[in-house]
């Protein structure tokens, strides 16, 4: 494990209002040569930095942390290792959107097209003009179908694992509003469906588990199709309608004929902001493309004062 710097520097956003925040210098140097090896890096050596940076009393549960590294492949803007608050994650698409536009606030890009080196592979990204920022996600795929669990509280419960980015179980509990009012009862729901997952071995295809959880239902938006709350592994909820999430729902949707390729689907999120999303298909791969907005909310510096018991962050 590396000793904790003195200083961090980080820029804060909000992607559709799920914070990101952006580490930009102070991190110790990275010596692994590919994204997959700084990731598993981030969470061995640096365990006592990510929590410091992302964790209360400097963080929140909501917050989704980014690494910029070196990139490792030609043609790539950066290298980006994300982490939530129980430690790094294969890819983030309201993180992508996030660093984008701090990519442009530090001067680094502008308006156009660039790619991102990822642990789950290397992301296209376009900023436009009026800064939106479209993604170009790694392909996504439904594993399977019906797949039911036994949720204590709930009964039954049926629905799709998908992959976009990170591993999703899709469902829908009609009983269970999709609303910021009901958010206690759609967390407990979806964290009991997260222990019923692990008690059955529910899986993704390579053994992956299966930690994210999206509870979907109709649109109050007009110029919505769905809404949905997601879970994310650490339990918190998050605020944006979740670019992986979205991914991975489009993918369960074309597999079940719902979705044409190319076809638009408008994502809303339990706090009423929106993704809009569609597939491409490449090389027989379901490429998803999403777009939406950041906002920089902040530039600082993080402090470790030696003498602090809580410079490794309040797990």
């Not at 365990?47 to 917050?63: F, K, N, S, T, Y």
């Not at 890819?91 to 992508?96: L, P, V, Y």
């Not at 729901?189 to 222990?195: F, H, L, V, Y």
Request: net charge negative.
């Amino acid at each position: 494990m590396s000793s904790l710097p003195g200083r961090i520097e980080v820029v804060d956003s909000h992607t559709e209002g799920e914070p990101t925040r952006v580490v930009i210098a102070g991190w110790p140097e990275m010596m692994a040569s590919t994204m997959e090896g700084r990731r598993d890096e981030l969470a061995r050596r640096d365990d006592a930095l990510w929590r410091g940076v992302i964790l209360e009393p400097r963080g929140h549960d909501a917050m989704v942390g980014a690494l910029l590294t070196p990139p490792v492949s030609q043609g790539s803007a950066a290298g980006v290792v994300f982490f939530d608050n129980v430690g790094p994650l294969g890819m983030c698409g309201h993180g992508t959107i996030g660093v984008v536009r701090t990519l442009e606030h530090l001067g680094r890009i502008g308006a156009g097209a660039l790619r991102l080196d990822t642990p789950v592979g290397t992301v296209g990204a376009e900023l436009a003009a009026d800064g939106t920022v479209t993604i170009e996600n790694v392909p996504a795929r439904c594993h399977a179908r019906d797949v039911s669990v036994e949720v204590p509280g709930l009964g039954r419960v049926t629905g799709d694992v998908a992959y976009g980015g990170n591993w999703f179980y899709l469902a829908r509990l009609p009983g269970e509003a999709i609303e910021p009012s009901n958010r206690d009862a759609l967390h407990a729901a979806s964290r009991g469906i997260q222990g019923a997952l692990r008690r059955a071995g529910v899986t993704g295809a390579a053994g992956e588990p299966v930690d994210h959880v999206v509870l979907m239902g109709p649109p109050r938006r007009t110029d919505a199709d769905g809404k949905n709350y997601v879970l994310c592994p650490g339990g918190a909820y998050d605020r944006s309608p979740c670019g992986t999430g979205t991914s991975a729902t489009m993918a369960a949707l074309h597999a079940r004929g719902a979705l044409a390729i190319g076809q638009r689907w408008r994502q809303e999120s339990i706090t009423g902001s929106l993704f809009t999303g569609w597939l491409e298909e490449r090389g027989g791969d379901l490429i998803p493309r999403i777009q939406g907005r950041a906002y920089v909310t902040g530039r600082s510096t993080l402090h470790f004062d030696p003498l602090d018991p809580f410079r490794h962050g309040l797990s």
